[in-house]
Structure formats: structure tokens, C-alpha cells
């Protein structure tokens, strides 16, 4: 490829394309007064894209397992959370409840009853 096809193909000025090849940047030999501008074909250009996007989705794939473990892991975590959550619950449930049949126990004595039973001087 010619330094104009190059710079118009592109959309670079000669000149860069001139410093470029100085460079080192772009691959190019002269022959016969002219630079040749080295340039893969199409076909291996495009595999080496290719390439590289089945490495990028391989990488994709794999951290998209990674964090799918990773919630598994905190959904168990949380599951087993709700379970003692729940267990605790229904203690405190229970509790509550003899608790409050305690309360009307003693609401449903008169007061006399409450004062005996307090010091002792008669039976519940």
C-alpha cells in the first residue's frame, strides 16, 4: 500500500504517516525511491480481532461464574439467617405468650389473693 492510499484509507495526513514510518509505528520498506506500507490482510486481521474478542468473552464468562457462585454463596448465607431469624421469633413468641397468660393469672385474683400469695400466706 502506498504512503497516500495509507493516510487517505486512515484519514491521516502524508506527513504523519512519514513520521509514523520514522517511528517505527507503521511496518514499511522502500523500494524503488517509494515507501511500501506493510499491511496484513483483511482476513488475518479480522482472525486476530476475533481472537482477541473470544479471549475477552472467555474472561467475560469467567467472572460472570465468579460472581455467580459468589451469590449463591451469600443467598445460602441468607436463607440460613431467615431460618435462625425465624426460630428466634418463635421463642420470643412463646415466651410472650406464657408471659401473658401469667398477666391475666393474676389480674383475674382479687387484690387480697395477690398480697397472700406475694407473702406467702396462702396457696396460688
Do not use: H
Not at 76 to 83: F, M, S, T
Not at 111 to 119: D, F, H, Q, S
Amino acid at each position: 500500500m502506498t504512503v497516500g492510499e495509507y493516510a487517505k484509507k486512515y484519514g491521516i495526513s502524508e506527513r504523519t504517516v512519514y513520521r509514523k514510518i520514522e517511528k517505527g509505528e507503521i511496518a514499511a520498506e522502500k523500494c524503488q525511491g517509494n515507501w511500501t506500507i506493510l499491511v496484513k490482510d483483511d482476513l488475518s486481521e479480522k482472525k486476530d480481532n476475533s481472537v482477541k474478542d473470544n479471549e475477552q468473552d472467555d474472561q467475560l464468562i469467567e467472572q460472570l461464574r465468579d460472581e455467580i457462585e459468589y451469590l449463591r454463596e451469600k443467598l445460602d448465607q441468607a436463607q440460613e439467617d431467615r431460618q435462625r431469624a425465624d426460630t428466634i421469633i418463635m421463642q420470643l413468641t412463646k415466651q410472650l405468650e406464657k408471659q401473658t397468660l401469667l398477666l391475666e393469672d393474676m389480674r383475674d385474683r382479687s387484690l387480697w389473693k395477690r398480697v397472700k400469695t406475694a407473702l406467702g400466706f396462702a396457696s396460688p
